[in-house]
């Protein structure tokens, strides 16, 4: 079955660095459109970064020039390098696709930016 498991979150305090990963399994992972997502306690989730099988990153203007999504298909794993992270960053961070129609999630991992 598709799995897909998020680490590398953690606390870290404004202006740092992250590296978030997403290992994929149970789905032939080169063949899938791939995204990160984040939802802020009282929030909506939203999209933070998103990847083509190719590796064609588009970002929303929140987080352009901040963050870079990557991907290894010989690995199965996505990346999402963050930098300059601002308190408003903030949020569980998620890894999605679609597959046969069906939507999935991870379990998230949690980023938290604070002094």
């Known amino acids: 079955q598709v799995q897909l498991v998020e680490s590398g979150g953690g606390l870290v305090q404004p202006g740092g660095s992250l590296r978030l990963s997403c290992a994929a399994s149970?789905?032939?992972?080169?063949?899938?459109?791939m995204s990160w997502y984040r939802q802020a306690p009282g929030k909506e989730r939203e999209l933070v970064a998103s990847i083509s099988t190719t590796g064609w990153p588009t970002y929303p203007q929140s987080v352009k020039g901040r963050f870079t999504i990557s991907r290894d298909n010989a690995k199965n794993t996505m990346y999402l390098q963050m930098n300059s992270l601002k308190p408003e960053d903030t949020a569980v961070y998620y890894c999605?696709?679609?597959?046969?129609?069906?939507?999935?999630w991870g379990q998230g991992t949690q980023v938290t930016v604070s002094s």
């Open positions: 149970g789905f032939t992972f080169s063949y899938y459109f």
């Open positions: 999605d696709t679609m597959v046969s129609g069906l939507r999935y």
